[in-house]
């Protein structure tokens, strides 16, 4: 990507990452050329499509309580959802969405792909004391676990 307005380079590769995870422009309606665009789609809302994109590409992972309360919404909503998918997200699914989507996006990149980074945050991993990092999404505190447990992983300090 080059420089920004403000002389700094975008970290534009996770970027896309994730926004193909959730669809890409066609479902998000704009291309994502930095984390400003990113932040005014998620205070947007989400397309619902997004969410319909993002579970329909898991792998490993389906509808289960784990995956509702990382991303703030239930099964059943979901499939009401499925039915709406024009419908927008709130701002706070939208944020906990993309989230998601921004660590399966880098535990892939960490892992090597898209099912080992599945199976990783089902496992309770030893460096969480013993907890699943999907489980630990729920919560700001439990996602800022998740990203350093990632960083410490991708650096080689846990194995």
Partial sequence: MGPSRHGKTESSPNLQKVAALLGGARILGRS???PLD?????????????LIHLIDSLVVLRAS???????????????RRKDRPAKPLSQEQSGRTWKFAEILAKATDVLGSQD????????????????????LLATPAGVELVEQHLTRLEYGVYA
């Fill in 32 to 34: 994502l050329k930095s």
């Fill in 116 to 135: 080992e980074a599945e199976q990783w945050l089902e496992r309770p991993a030893i460096g969480l004391d013993r907890r699943r990092p999907i489980d």
């Fill in 38 to 50: 990113a932040h005014e789609v998620i205070i947007r809302g989400l397309p619902g499509k997004a």
């Fill in 65 to 79: 309580a784990s995956l509702d309360r990382a991303v703030g919404m239930s099964v059943r909503t979901f499939q």
